[in-house]
């Protein structure tokens, strides 16, 4: 509740700092006021139990210590996109104010999308997610690829919200109660009814939009790549694991006693994704889009979370989220200070950047999932939920298989920065790179490695 509350008041705030303050520079200091007043005033909830507002939700909130410890993650995910990339927030456009306000108003869809127990709440956190995006999309207005984005993703974003209100209808109509609630549908362990099982594929279709899982992922690399890279990186982060939470807290709480009739459904999705998204990155060229296809790849993991919906699924998700979230801003954040977006572009970094090579390396192995990062203690965690449902276990072997692919197109990158040789044209300008960027950079990798070897100073805030 209290995130709710501060992320929308927080955005209207940034929107008329926009109006009001010239200076192009202090929008990022009043974002990162905001966020971490978000970060405290979320976890002083999660430690004490109480919100802020006694507002009475008619039970369409519902908030415990896991969706707490989610929006924890989010939110420091947040605060360091904020501190790594705010100065390239400034150079998109001249409304900087606008920029982080619609940020803003995503959180607080986000923490809807976290906490609601009604598929209402669910559709307007969906929305009050995507409708922001769009503009961040479009925002770079001299960019024609920019444009095509926005639009792409406005057409196509419209018509996954029209399937995902469907959904919702033959839900609302087909269960007993007639009710909107998701602890309300009360599904036994017989056949589901014809309009429920009509509404959970619709449903379930949406929300593979949303996460870019295959095959619903078709307007994701060229919406990534159109999108101005810093918003890229925010996109790919922040959003995609909120709406995986949203999708997971769906199907466990309304349709979690018949999973064994939908997940085959989400088998096909997860296979399909993980082999989509490897093996369509190992041919990019452009850092850019290999990420965007990556992502699609990272998110048939998740999927697995899904696949499970057991305990361990979900201390494996909010991991995860926390280890993608880091690498991926880590690695965003490098690559918006380059001449170059392609592999050929890191060429010789480990001589001319070597701070910012050892952290590279550091994201790129922890996205591949190699032992002491959070990206391996995730891998394997989501692999063990799978493991412990206890069906399918040729899905764990195939996910494994294409985790070695990954493998290939992270270490392209890794030898291009160590063992190749710089061209003409500098890795970054001289002078673009601060000490206090590094510092955060460094501050990043070391959170990758601790996570990795002590996951637990996470996932004990689950059990709080």
Same mark, same amino acid.
């Given at each position: 509740?209290?995130?709710?509350?501060?992320?929308?008041?927080?955005?209207?705030?940034?929107?008329?700092?926009?109006?009001?303050?010239?200076?192009?520079?202090?929008?990022?200091?009043?974002?990162?006021?905001?966020?971490?007043?978000?970060?405290?005033?979320?976890?002083?909830?999660?430690?004490?139990?109480?919100?802020?507002?006694?507002?009475?939700?008619?039970?369409?909130?519902?908030?415990?210590?896991?969706?707490?410890?989610?929006?924890?993650?989010?939110?420091?995910?947040?605060?360091?996109?904020?501190? !790594?990339?705010?100065?390239? *927030?400034?150079?998109?456009?001249?409304? @900087?104010?606008?920029?982080? =306000? +619609?940020? $803003?108003? #995503?959180?607080?869809?986000?923490?809807?999308?976290?906490?609601?127990?009604?598929?209402?709440?669910?559709?307007?956190?969906?929305?009050?997610?995507?409708?922001?995006?769009?503009?961040?999309?479009?925002?770079?207005?001299?960019?024609?690829?920019?444009?095509?984005?926005?639009?792409?993703?406005?057409?196509?974003?419209?018509?996954?919200?029209?399937?995902?209100?469907?959904?919702?209808?033959?839900?609302?109509?087909?269960?007993?109660?007639?009710?909107?609630?998701?602890?309300?549908?009360?599904?036994? !362990?017989?056949?589901?009814? *014809?309009?429920?099982?009509?509404?959970? @594929?619709?449903?379930?279709? =949406? +929300?593979? $939009?949303? #996460?870019?899982?295959?095959?619903?992922?078709?307007?994701?690399?060229?919406?990534?790549?159109?999108?101005?890279?810093?918003?890229?990186?925010?996109?790919?982060?922040?959003?995609?694991?909120?709406?995986?939470?949203?999708?997971?807290?769906?199907?466990?709480?309304?349709?979690?006693?018949?999973?064994?009739?939908?997940?085959?459904?989400?088998?096909?999705?997860?296979?399909?994704?993980?082999?989509?998204?490897?093996?369509?990155?190992?041919?990019?060229?452009?850092?850019?889009?290999?990420?965007?296809?990556?992502?699609?790849?990272?998110?048939?993991?998740?999927?697995?979370?899904?696949?499970?919906?057991?305990?361990?699924?979900?201390?494996?998700?909010?991991?995860?989220?926390?280890?993608?979230?880091?690498?991926?801003?880590?690695?965003?954040?490098?690559?918006?200070?380059?001449?170059?977006?392609?592999?050929?572009?890191?060429?010789?970094?480990?001589?001319?950047?070597?701070?910012?090579?050892?952290?590279?390396?550091?994201?790129?192995?922890?996205?591949?999932?190699?032992?002491?990062?959070?990206?391996?203690?995730?891998?394997?965690?989501?692999?063990?939920?799978?493991?412990?449902?206890?069906?399918?276990?040729?899905?764990?072997?195939?996910?494994?298989?294409?985790?070695?692919?990954?493998?290939?197109?992270?270490?392209?990158?890794?030898?291009?920065?160590?063992?190749?040789?710089?061209?003409?044209?500098?890795?970054?300008?001289?002078?673009?790179?601060?000490?206090?960027?590094?510092?955060?950079?460094?501050?990043?990798?070391?959170?990758?490695?601790?996570?990795?070897?002590?996951?637990?100073?996470?996932?004990?805030?689950?059990?709080?």
């Amino acid at each position: 509740m209290n995130a709710i509350v501060f992320s929308a008041v927080w955005g209207i705030l940034m929107m008329f700092s926009g109006v009001f303050v010239k200076s192009k520079a202090t929008p990022k200091y009043l974002a990162i006021a905001g966020i971490i007043l978000l970060l405290v005033v979320n976890g002083m909830e999660l430690y004490t139990g109480q919100a802020l507002f006694n507002i009475d939700t008619k039970d369409m909130l519902r908030v415990n210590s896991f969706n707490l410890t989610f929006l924890e993650v989010v939110f420091g995910a947040t605060a360091l996109f904020f501190m !790594l990339s705010g100065r390239d *927030v400034e150079k998109v456009g001249e409304h @900087v104010g606008e920029y982080f =306000a +619609l940020m $803003f108003f #995503v959180l607080c869809g986000v923490a809807l999308s976290a906490t609601y127990n009604t598929l209402l709440l669910l559709f307007i956190g969906i929305e009050i997610i995507s409708i922001p995006l769009y503009i961040l999309t479009g925002s770079d207005k001299r960019n024609l690829k920019s444009n095509e984005a926005g639009l792409k993703y406005f057409l196509m974003g419209s018509f996954s919200t029209g399937i995902l209100l469907m959904g919702i209808a033959f839900i609302y109509g087909g269960n007993s109660n007639a009710s909107f609630y998701i602890n309300n549908i009360q599904l036994g !362990l017989g056949a589901m009814p *014809v309009m429920i099982s009509i509404g959970l @594929v619709f449903l379930l279709i =949406a +929300l593979s $939009f949303k #996460v870019s899982a295959a095959p619903f992922h078709f307007w994701t690399p060229d919406v990534y790549d159109g999108a101005p890279t810093v918003f890229t990186s925010f996109m790919s982060t922040i959003v995609k694991v909120a709406s995986f939470f949203a999708f997971i807290r769906l199907f466990e709480n309304a349709f979690g006693q018949v999973q064994p009739q939908w997940q085959k459904l989400i088998v096909f999705i997860t296979l399909a994704t993980l082999l989509i998204g490897n093996i369509t990155a190992v041919f990019q060229q452009s850092v850019k889009r290999m990420l965007a296809y990556s992502s699609i790849a990272q998110a048939g993991f998740m999927l697995l979370a899904l696949f499970a919906l057991n305990d361990r699924a979900k201390e494996g998700l909010v991991l995860y989220s926390a280890a993608y979230s880091l690498a991926t801003i880590g690695i965003f954040a490098i690559l918006i200070k380059m001449n170059d977006l392609t592999i050929d572009g890191f060429n010789g970094m480990g001589k001319t950047q070597p701070v910012l090579a050892a952290t590279a390396t550091v994201f790129l192995l922890s996205l591949t999932g190699i032992p002491l990062t959070a990206g391996f203690q995730s891998k394997f965690l989501m692999l063990m939920a799978a493991v412990e449902n206890g069906h399918q276990f040729w899905l764990v072997i195939a996910a494994v298989l294409f985790a070695a692919i990954s493998a290939y197109y992270y270490f392209r990158v890794l030898q291009a920065i160590w063992f190749k040789e710089a061209g003409e044209t500098p890795v970054i300008e001289a002078g673009e790179i601060r000490s206090s960027f590094k510092l955060l950079l460094v501050i990043t990798a070391v959170l990758i490695i601790v996570l990795g070897i002590y996951p637990e100073l996470l996932l004990g805030w689950l059990y709080h």
